[in-house]
């Protein structure tokens, strides 16, 4: 039984926005679709495509591994078309910086996304009906989690096999609100690499990449899909924590903008001494700019729903 392709230009929508999310270090792609509403789809989706591998291709299970498969190709065509633009953007090419690594444009860039991801920390913990002690545990837990990690000074020599290990973790965290596949890279001092080998169709690299990214599919998802079935209160509890945990690396005003680590955060003090006034209310703007594109991006998971 054939089954007609259709394009779903508001999952591809969703795609282009998940990829500009996860161009920046410190936002995850699984923010912005759980914003938009789709998580729980995307993580089943996906549960759904490799099940159908690994019980070798059953005829009665193929409906959903049709839809989901049409679902997911949707998606990351417009996550790699926006994550190729924006890095494009925020990157930039050898010789010219990108705005995300200029002092005089970071803070801006920084600064919308940290008012994009404090206005939807409530998302995951609006879903937590039975808001007990243990998942106050929880959610200070996935807190945690993120400061101790975005504090963490990695060796970045390691060649392909850092490539793998980089597309596990990355591609792994794009999926987990609050965990930014970009600041994984930037952590592990691949940040560059990848989007310059995305940018020069750099094949090798790309490839030890994906392969990595696909072990961690194949360990991370299955497990996800149990969790958010059978204790989806304590999993949104984590997810909480992850995303309040993820503002500390999004503070606009941070002592450097390179790509060779996650930089110190700059304290009120330090910021009236290095920028100026008019500096500081156009960031701050920003911020709240960023929560006029978390209503935006609400009013879109109605158009979707």
Not at 160 to 171: D, E, F, K, V
Not at 272 to 284: D, H, M, P, Q
Request: charged share 15%; net charge negative.
């Amino acid at each position: 039984m054939s089954k007609k392709i259709n394009f779903d230009f508001s999952t591809f929508r969703s795609g282009l926005l998940m990829g500009m999310a996860d161009a920046v270090p410190g936002v995850s792609g699984g923010t912005i679709a759980l914003i938009l509403g789709i998580y729980n789809k995307l993580i089943f989706s996906l549960s759904e495509f490799l099940n159908f591998f690994k019980d070798r291709f059953p005829s009665k299970k193929y409906p959903d591994f049709f839809n989901s498969f049409q679902f997911l190709v949707t998606l990351g065509i417009g996550m790699l078309v926006s994550y190729y633009v924006i890095t494009k953007v925020l990157v930039g090419s050898e010789g010219e910086e990108g705005l995300l690594l200029k002092s005089s444009t970071a803070p801006f860039i920084f600064a919308l996304f940290f008012g994009l991801v404090l206005s939807s920390v409530k998302e995951p913990w609006q879903r937590v009906e039975d808001r007990t002690f243990s998942r106050y545990v929880l959610c200070i837990i996935g807190f945690i989690l993120v400061l101790l990690y975005t504090n963490l000074s990695l060796d970045n020599e390691g060649g392909n096999l850092l490539l793998i290990a980089s597309g596990a973790l990355a591609l792994t965290a794009m999926l987990l609100p609050g965990i930014s596949g970009a600041l994984v890279l930037l952590t592990l001092g691949q940040y560059t690499v990848v989007a310059n080998a995305v940018h020069d169709s750099e094949f090798s690299i790309i490839f030890y990449f994906l392969c990595g990214g696909l072990l961690g599919l194949f360990t991370f998802v299955p497990f996800m899909n149990f969790m958010l079935i059978n204790y989806r209160q304590d999993v949104m509890s984590v997810l909480t924590g992850l995303m309040i945990g993820s503002l500390a690396t999004l503070w606009p005003w941070k002592e450097s903008y390179d790509t060779k680590g996650v930089s110190p955060n700059l304290g009120l003090n330090e910021v009236f001494e290095n920028f100026e006034i008019l500096s500081i209310v156009g960031v701050t703007f920003f911020g709240f700019l960023g929560f006029g594109l978390y209503l935006a991006l609400k009013s879109l998971e109605k158009e979707t729903n």
